[in-house]
């Protein structure tokens, strides 16, 4: 595998957002190749899907890797990453992880989920696996803003 793509974090969102409104990969870059956003103004009209167009434009191959091998946020905030995992994973603060100062602790994924978050996160985070006695393949993970 060779680099990561990187991508902003509203540009995550995006994706995230059609990806969780049922949008497949296949039907994104159909519409990117038309350049054609108009239908997806009803999902989140807030966000200028203009923008993943122009990414989409710049280099179709890259873009076609963020999609189908991953990509990795280039600067991510404690909100922001609150976002993605709300929107990639449907977890959110106090009932799927405790939110802290430094990060989030107590939050519980399986192998694939932890393979895409070490993926995506930026540099400025550090993830803790913390070993679980449990009959699934679920993992306790501590993610902390390492600056």
Same mark, same amino acid.
């Given at each position: ?5 990187? =991508?902003?974090?509203?540009?995550? $969102?995006?994706?995230?957002? /059609? ?8 039907? +994104? /870059? #159909? ?9 997806? =103004?009803?999902?989140? %009209?807030?966000?200028? $899907?203009?923008? &993943?167009?122009? /990414? ?7 873009? @076609?890797?963020? &999609? @189908? !091998?991953? $990509?990795? =946020? ?9 976002? *993605? ?6 977890? @959110?603060?106090?009932?799927?992880? #405790?939110? @802290?100062? !430094?990060?989030?602790?107590? *939050?519980? =994924?399986?192998?694939?989920? *932890? !393979? #895409? +978050? ?9 993830? #803790?696996?913390? %070993? /679980? ?15």
């Amino acid at each position: 595998m060779g680099t990561t793509n990187k =991508v902003t974090l509203m540009e995550a $969102y995006m994706i995230e957002t /059609l990806r969780s409104n049922g949008i497949s990969n296949e039907e +994104l /870059l #159909t519409q990117l190749e038309q350049g054609d956003s108009s239908s997806w =103004v009803r999902i989140n %009209p807030n966000y200028s $899907y203009g923008d &993943l167009i122009s /990414l989409y434009q710049q280099d179709k191959n890259a873009f @076609t890797s963020i &999609l @189908t !091998e991953g $990509y990795q =946020v280039k600067f991510i905030t404690i909100r922001g990453l609150q976002g *993605l995992l709300e929107l990639k994973f449907k977890k @959110t603060a106090g009932k799927d992880y #405790t939110l @802290t100062d !430094e990060g989030m602790k107590q *939050l519980k =994924v399986d192998e694939g989920e *932890l !393979e #895409t +978050l070490k993926q995506f996160l930026s540099q400025n985070w550090t993830i #803790t696996e913390l %070993p /679980l006695e449990t009959e699934d393949e679920t993992k306790e993970i501590t993610i902390l803003n390492g600056r």
